[in-house]
T-cell receptor
């Protein structure tokens, strides 16, 4: 499972509230990613990190922010959740510069 | 974003037959092409990747073929088993930093 955990695994929140999702890895990989998965869209990159305090935007970054203060933790924050952010969120790591990418178990977020 | 697409959203095969799942991509600059398997309620699972300078790569019961002329990628699964039933995604990466995924093909294995 590449030592990736996500918390919480399920969350229901109200529109307008802040939400933080956590991704934790145990193997000190440099690259970490946040994706969302929605029917008909596949996986879409929100943000990624290439080191502590080094992050960059993906294709669907609006409404999301991230932080990485330690190698092992990558946080995704929805500053003010909207119903369009209802989705399944996956964290991933890349152990090398190639094509391999390993995913966490996902967080199902519902914004009511 | 990139245009990575799978040809068929669903595929049904008999147990023991070979499965072929196809994918088209649009960016000739991609370095790696990757296949993932996703079972219901779980995260995607890496199956196999192929570098852009290769045409074919084999793994355990799986083979990935890359045709750069027509920008086509395929995953072949030999002797398909019920445990192979899942959604399969192709993906490409250009810089090794950003990955672009297709929408997936749902494979159903008929016992």
């Amino acid at each position: 499972d590449a030592g990736i955990t996500q918390s919480p695994r399920h969350k229901v929140t109200e529109t307008g509230t802040p939400v933080t999702l956590r991704c934790h890895q145990t193997e000190n990989h440099r690259y970490m990613y946040w994706y969302r998965q929605d029917p008909g869209h596949g996986l879409r990159l929100i943000h990624y990190s290439y080191g502590v305090k080094d992050t960059d935007k993906g294709e669907v970054s609006d409404g999301y922010s991230v932080s990485r203060s330690k190698t092992e933790d990558f946080l995704l924050t929805l500053e003010s959740a909207t119903s369009s952010q209802t989705s399944v969120y996956f964290c991933a790591i890349t152990p090398s510069g190639g094509g391999e990418q390993y995913f966490g178990p996902g967080t199902r977020l519902t914004v009511t | 974003g990139e245009n990575v697409g799978l040809h068929l959203p669903t595929l049904s095969v008999q147990e023991g037959d070979n499965s072929i799942i196809n994918c088209a991509y649009s960016n000739s600059a991609s370095d790696y092409f990757i296949w993932y398997k996703q079972e219901s309620g779980k995260g995607p699972q890496f199956i196999i990747d192929i570098r852009s300078n290769m045409d074919k790569r084999q793994g355990q019961r799986v083979t990935v073929l890359l045709n750069k002329t027509v920008k086509h990628l395929s995953l072949q699964i030999a002797a398909t088993q019920p445990g192979d039933s899942a959604v399969y995604f192709c993906a490409e990466t250009i810089t090794g930093n950003q990955f672009y995924f297709g929408t997936g093909t749902s494979l159903t294995v008929i016992p």
